[in-house]
């Protein structure tokens, strides 16, 4: 019997119906696929009965790898690591469709991690489907001028497609969440605005939206300088609140910043 570690963010899926739901999201046979924080194998075993050409798995936990080894052999491969700490532009020759019931407290790391470490066009995944914790996944899918839009949502947006799949119910879950979760698809967009640093869109977005309730004149002065050419360029109030400038406006003002510093 496994006991779920806490710190590992260890709530394994046990209701077949999502189980069914998300492996039927996108075709898995004869494609790469892979999984990040495979568990116990719930979703693992119904990836494989889907038939892909191989399936890659990434997990922390060494009690559970040894599992997972135990009852799945050679039918996958496994990598005992931290998922923040892999390269993923160097995890297969071949595009990878990416599973994961995300351990919630790094969900949005892996996220950002994944987006930023895009290179040029070159995207390594076709598909996510991922799930978080429901209330970050309204923050990814939200849209400007709603109470949940921010930096999440405009990274996540910038070059990605996002559908909402379902929600999930902590009775799901075993040992059960405190929370509600959700499963997004996500699909590389074919052109998105380009950026000389994705960081910079980071750093832009971290610093406008730290006060939300707050003026854009503040957060503004701070990047440009107090130089108003830019909001002027732009036909920028900056007397509104970060949440009423759209995804567009993001990245035209990350642009303007780059070109300023270099
Ligand atoms: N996929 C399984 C399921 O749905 O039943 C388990 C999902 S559970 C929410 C998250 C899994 O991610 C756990 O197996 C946990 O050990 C693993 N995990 C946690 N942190 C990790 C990390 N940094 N790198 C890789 N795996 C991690």
């Known amino acids: 019997m496994i006991k ?9 899926l046990i209701d077949q119906n999502i189980i069914d739901i998300i492996v039927s999201t996108i075709e898995i046979k004869d494609k790469s696929i892979l999984e990040i924080g495979p568990g116990t194998g719930n979703l693992t075993i119904n990836i494989l009965k889907k038939g892909p050409k191989n399936l890659l798995v990434v997990e922390k936990d060494f009690n559970l790898v040894e599992k997972l080894d135990k009852n799945f052999g050679s039918k996958i491969q496994i990598i005992n690591k931290d998922v923040l700490k892999i390269e993923e532009n160097n995890l297969s020759n071949e595009i990878l ?15 950002c991690k994944w987006i930023l470490n895009i290179r040029e066009n070159n995207f390594w995944f076709d598909y996510l489907i991922l799930m978080f914790q429901k209330e970050v996944a309204d923050r990814i899918i939200s849209d400007f001028n709603t109470k949940n839009y921010g930096r999440l949502s405009i990274l996540a947006n910038w070059k990605l497609h996002i559908k909402k799949i379902c929600d999930v119910k902590p009775c799901s879950f075993s040992p059960k969440p405190k929370i509600d979760s959700t499963v997004l698809l996500f699909q590389p967009k074919k052109k998105f605005f380009q950026l000389k640093e994705p960081k910079n869109l980071e750093k832009l977005t971290r610093i406008f939206f730290m006060h939300r309730r707050k003026m854009l004149k503040k957060p503004y002065n701070i990047l440009f300088n107090n130089n108003l050419e830019v909001a002027d360029k732009l036909k920028i109030d900056l007397n509104l609140r970060p949440q009423n400038l759209n995804f567009e406006t993001y990245f035209n003002l990350t642009k303007e910043y780059e070109n300023l510093r270099c």
């Open 4 to 12: 779920a570690k806490k710190s590992l963010g260890q709530n394994f």
């Open 97 to 111: 469709t990416v599973f994961g019931n995300l351990p919630y407290n790094i969900s949005t790391e892996i996220l």
